[in-house]
């Protein structure tokens, strides 16, 4: 396959975004949307053969090789499935579903047509967090004790979905990419303040089987806005600043460092503080949506297995279902 037609359902908030990723890159076939003053935007800015209102249009085109779903995520489960079984390599926007055994079923059936199915945790695209893994993994920052990070900002307030599903899949898929282990049980809090039933701030704890934990702190009701990550290790510590146009990253040269003999140290001698230079380390940033479209287009050409698979969308998916249950119960740690 030369260069693969991608058609976009949902060209809203975020989907617009999409569309001009894939126009740009040459391979934007058609757009969907329910809403037709969308579509009538999307007629006037991008020169496409194909604007439908009819999504079965889209599904039983044979001219499209891959489906971009970005409609609200109550309907992604119905959405994508149909854009499988029709054959059709998909992508779809955080979060996957709504329901675990939804996410499961698509599995299924992307593995049994052998199609591609990929889900949009963008994260895992952008540069910095590649750069982040790199130093995890090579020791840089020695054994990871613990990390948070906040996401908060003052702006869209959801109807359909709490700022848990809307927010959080970016940072628990973050969480499992850079620390590569299980969760083992989650807890969660937060309040509904402007609709009720509707939460706008959460507080999120993740433990992991091999002891680290991970905080996350997400709202669309705050002062601020913030996208930041602190990782702790026990030979240095980062923090990925992601507001930043320039050095995202800084890692600092800090930590306490432990005596070879607790029993006969005396405690100043036991526990000594470390405290050194800091690293700004260079990063060549491209846009993160760019990458991961791009990522997409070659899945889709030769049928490979993405990076944020239809799996991984699962177990993003079980971790916010087992939030929610934790939500519910006013915090109640809940095993996953």
């Given at each position: 396959?030369?260069?693969?037609?991608?058609?976009?359902?949902?060209?809203?908030?975020?989907?617009?975004?999409?569309?001009?990723?894939?126009?740009?890159?040459?391979?934007?076939?058609?757009?969907?949307?329910?809403?037709?003053?969308?579509?009538?935007?999307?007629?006037?800015?991008?020169?496409?053969?194909?604007?439908?209102?009819?999504?079965?249009?889209?599904?039983?085109?044979?001219?499209?090789?891959?489906?971009?779903?970005?409609?609200?995520?109550?309907?992604?489960?119905?959405?994508?499935?149909?854009?499988?079984?029709?054959?059709?390599?998909?992508?779809?926007?955080?979060?996957?579903?709504?329901?675990?055994?939804?996410?499961?079923?698509?599995?299924?059936?992307?593995?049994?047509k052998d199609l591609p199915l990929m889900v949009g945790h963008l994260m895992l695209y952008h540069p910095a967090?590649?750069?982040?893994?790199?130093?995890?993994?090579?020791?840089?920052?020695?054994?990871?004790?613990?990390?948070?990070?906040?996401?908060?900002?003052?702006?869209?307030?959801?109807?359909?979905?709490?700022?848990?599903?809307?927010?959080?899949?970016?940072?628990?898929?973050?969480?499992?990419?850079?620390?590569?282990?299980?969760?083992?049980?989650?807890?969660?809090?937060?309040?509904?303040?402007?609709?009720?039933?509707?939460?706008?701030?959460?507080?999120?704890?993740?433990?992991?089987?091999?002891?680290?934990?991970?905080?996350?702190?997400?709202?669309?009701?705050?002062?601020?806005?913030?996208?930041?990550?602190?990782?702790?290790?026990?030979?240095?510590?980062?923090?990925?600043?992601?507001?930043?146009?320039?050095?995202?990253?800084?890692?600092?040269?800090?930590?306490?460092?432990?005596?070879?003999?607790?029993?006969?140290?005396?405690?100043?001698?036991?526990?000594?503080?470390?405290?050194?230079?800091?690293?700004?380390?260079?990063?060549?940033?491209?846009?993160?949506?760019?990458?991961?479209?791009?990522?997409?287009?070659?899945?889709?050409?030769?049928?490979?297995?993405?990076?944020?698979?239809?799996?991984?969308?699962?177990?993003?998916?079980?971790?916010?279902?087992?939030?929610?249950?934790?939500?519910?119960?006013?915090?109640?740690?809940?095993?996953?």
């Amino acid at each position: 396959m030369e260069n693969p037609k991608i058609a976009v359902v949902g060209i809203g908030n975020w989907g617009k975004h999409l569309v001009r990723n894939y126009y740009d890159l040459g391979v934007l076939y058609a757009c969907c949307d329910f809403d037709e003053k969308k579509l009538e935007v999307a007629k006037k800015t991008f020169n496409v053969p194909k604007i439908a209102s009819d999504f079965n249009s889209i599904v039983s085109d044979p001219e499209i090789d891959g489906i971009v779903i970005a409609a609200p995520a109550v309907h992604h489960y119905e959405l994508a499935k149909a854009s499988l079984e029709a054959g059709k390599a998909t992508y779809i926007e955080k979060p996957m579903a709504l329901e675990v055994k939804h996410c499961e079923e698509l599995v299924k059936i992307a593995e049994e047509k052998d199609l591609p199915l990929m889900v949009g945790h963008l994260m895992l695209y952008h540069p910095a967090m590649v750069k982040i893994k790199e130093y995890i993994d090579n020791g840089e920052l020695g054994d990871i004790y613990y990390a948070y990070s906040l996401r908060v900002n003052l702006g869209t307030v959801r109807k359909d979905e709490n700022s848990l599903w809307s927010f959080a899949p970016h940072d628990i898929s973050m969480f499992l990419y850079l620390f590569g282990s299980e969760v083992e049980n989650v807890s969660a809090r937060g309040q509904s303040y402007l609709q009720k039933g509707i939460e706008d701030v959460v507080f999120l704890s993740l433990y992991f089987k091999d002891k680290r934990m991970a905080q996350i702190q997400i709202s669309w009701l705050d002062p601020h806005k913030e996208r930041k990550l602190t990782i702790v290790g026990n030979k240095k510590m980062l923090v990925f600043d992601d507001i930043q146009s320039a050095e995202k990253i800084k890692i600092y040269n800090k930590g306490i460092t432990k005596g070879e003999n607790p029993e006969f140290d005396s405690y100043g001698d036991y526990l000594t503080l470390r405290t050194g230079d800091i690293l700004m380390p260079y990063v060549k940033m491209s846009e993160p949506l760019r990458l991961e479209c791009t990522h997409f287009l070659d899945c889709v050409k030769n049928n490979k297995k993405p990076l944020t698979d239809g799996k991984n969308g699962v177990d993003v998916v079980r971790i916010l279902e087992k939030a929610q249950e934790s939500l519910r119960n006013n915090g109640v740690p809940v095993a996953i």
